[in-house]
T-cell receptor
Framework: EDKVVQSPLSLVVHEGDTVTLNCSYE??????LLWYKQEKKAPTFLFML????IEKKSGRLSSILDKKELSSILNITATQTGDSAIYLC??????????FGPGTSLSVIP | DVKVTQSSRYLVKRTGEKVFLECVQD?????MFWYRQDPGLGLRLIYF???????EKGDIPEGYSVSREKKERFSLILESASTNQTSMYLC?????????????FGPGTRLLVL
């Protein structure tokens, strides 16, 4: 059975801290790994990773995929209260089916 | 901009009612998906469709059916709603890519079954 696991499930940090969110997967026919941010609405897309070892970066957020370890990390540096959200990791398999992890709930306190 | 719309933001139904949730996308995407999202369980795939009239079961299809008569529209049907189907329902769409394209989500429908 295809599975995506995230850790930690929840995290509370202070503004300015750096956080690392983890995602690991066990799937057949891996195609890509996706990160989403979800606030009080539908998820919004952050990154898609298909190749191992290549970092994707957007402002203070960055992510990298390790296909050997079947995992990915999402880093957020200099966190702000606006980063508070649920971060979802998902893996796309054949037929473009996407399996989501449970999410990491991040709270950034001033 | 990709736009995925869902027919209702909030719905209240009674146990045993038939419920239709509709999703429309305007980007000619081949693939469409229905998820439900519950606290502590994350997003779970109910059904998806990779072409008109094609459908595939996801992880939790029991109690649901779907219909895709036109490329832009994907309907989720609860044949006889039950209280355990109270949830947030999210529709998404994407191109067929072999891996290279993300899903785009609609705003969600919060369904309460009494």
């Amino acid at each position: 059975e295809d599975k995506v696991v995230q850790s930690p499930l929840s995290l509370v940090v202070h503004e300015g801290d750096t956080v690392t969110l983890n995602c690991s997967y066990e799937v057949t026919n891996f195609r890509s790994l996706l990160w989403y941010k979800q606030e009080k609405k539908a998820p919004t897309f952050l990154f898609m990773l298909t190749s191992s070892g290549i970092e994707k970066k957007s402002g203070r957020l960055s992510s990298i995929l390790d296909k050997k370890e079947l995992s990915s990390i999402l880093n957020i540096t200099a966190t702000q209260t606006g980063d508070s959200a649920i971060y979802l990791c998902a893996v796309k398999t054949s037929y473009d089916k996407v399996i989501f992890g449970p999410g990491t709930s991040l709270s950034v306190i001033p | 901009d990709v736009k995925v719309t869902q027919s209702s933001r909030y719905l209240v139904k009674r146990t045993g009612e038939k419920v239709f949730l509709e999703c429309v996308q305007d980007m000619d995407h081949e693939n469409m998906f229905w998820y439900r999202q519950d606290p502590g369980l994350g997003l779970r795939l109910i059904y998806f469709s990779y072409d008109v009239k094609m459908k595939e079961k996801g992880d939790i299809p029991e109690g649901y059916s779907v219909s895709r008569e036109k490329k832009e529209r994907f309907s989720l049907i609860l044949e006889s709603a039950s209280t355990n189907q109270t949830s947030m329902y999210l529709c998404a769409s994407s191109w067929t890519s072999g891996g290279g394209v993300a899903q785009y989500f609609g705003p969600g429908t919060r369904l309460l079954v009494l």
